[in-house]
């Protein structure tokens, strides 16, 4: 069964630390990853998106990693900012039959 | 310039009374999409058209019926609502199918729909 699954379900750090949020997936046949952001009353929107022959991807202070082989992707937010606090889902695109399986996020708080 | 936008953005009504949310693009896209998410904060899709044809339909009450007058909109109508019809629905939009590496999708703001 195509499963994305995300750990920690939530994480509260200081602002200005770093985290590491994880993703593992069973998806097959496996095309892209994707990482969205989700602020409180907003749609996601696209961080990332990785495909297999990529192992590391940036945009800005987030830096996504993916290891086909072992079927896992991190998210890392570096020097945490008070407007990082939202939901980070990862996605994961199983092309030959259209369909994107969505994980249920971690929760990022980042407190003063 | 809002590239999706959906309205309205919180939506209160009875059980059993009918009601409709709209959605509009203006990005050009070919495909658009309805998304639930449930209090688990899962996102999942119910439709998919693609320049005004249906082709993703998931495991959906009928009570749900979309409806796209031109590629640019996408509104679901939804008949005797039910109080498990409570949740955060999510209009988006992508090039072509939205699956390969080059095809984000885009998403409104979301409509709360709360049925007391």
């Known amino acids: 069964k195509n499963q994305v699954e995300q750990s920690p379900q939530s994480l509260i750090i200081l602002e200005g630390k770093n985290c590491t949020l994880q993703?593992?997936?069973?998806?097959?046949?496996?095309?892209?990853l994707r990482w969205y952001k989700q602020d409180t009353g907003r749609g996601p929107v696209s961080l990332t998106i990785m495909t297999f022959s990529e192992n590391t991807k940036s945009n800005g202070r987030y830096t996504a990693t993916l290891d086909a082989d072992t079927k896992q992707s991190s998210l890392h937010i570096t020097a945490s900012q008070l407007s990082d606090s939202a939901s980070y889902i990862c996605?994961?695109?199983?092309?030959?039959?259209?369909?994107?399986?969505w994980g249920a996020g971690t929760k990022l708080i980042i407190k003063p | 310039d809002t590239a999706v936008s959906q309205t309205p953005k919180y939506l209160v009504t009875q059980m059993g009374n009918d009601k409709s949310i709209k959605c509009e693009q203006n990005?050009?896209?070919?495909?658009m999409y309805w998304y639930k998410q449930d209090s688990k904060k899962f996102l999942k899709i119910m439709f998919s058209?693609?320049?005004?044809?249906?082709?993703i339909n998931e495991t959906v009450p009928n009570r749900f019926s979309p409806k796209s007058p031109d590629k640019a909109h996408l509104n679901l109508h939804i008949n005797s609502l039910e109080l498990g019809d409570s949740a955060v629905y999510f209009c988006a939009s992508s090039q072509g199918t939205g699956v390969s590496w080059y095809e984000k999708l885009f998403f409104g703001s979301g409509t709360q729909l709360s049925v007391l």
């Open positions: 058209y693609n320049n005004k044809e249906l082709i």
């Open positions: 993703c593992n997936y069973t998806v097959s046949p496996f095309s892209n």
């Open positions: 996605v994961v695109s199983a092309e030959s039959n259209y369909q994107l399986i």
């Open positions: 990005l050009g896209h070919d495909t």
